[in-house]
């Protein structure tokens, strides 16, 4: 038997490292406005996972014994985890 690791059934050679260009031949316009693009949804992304929590406040304060309002509560959640995901890496540089 051996002890060495078996290999990887998914394979990262496809996946490009963040921040380089997968096709060195793109045009110029194209990748500043995909970068531009970028920027703008990480920078929208970070603000509303800051904003958020400040949403929340009243509603925990109302209580969450209302379904609508549990239902309104946990979306809101959501949306601010996804928030975070999307702009966890804006202004890094």
Known sequence: MSNSPSPSPLSN??????????NQNSDP???????SLKGSTQFLSFWIAVALPFVHLPLLTQGLGNPRI??????LLG?????LYIGRDYNQS
């Not at 050679?13 to 997968?22: F, I, Y």
Request: hydrophobic share 50%; net charge neutral.
């Open 29 to 35: 316009a194209r990748s500043r406005f995909i970068h």
């Open 70 to 75: 549990t239902l309104v509560f946990l979306a």
């Open 79 to 83: 949306l601010n985890v996804l928030a």
């Open 13 to 22: 050679d496809s996946l490009s490292p963040a921040g380089s260009e997968s």
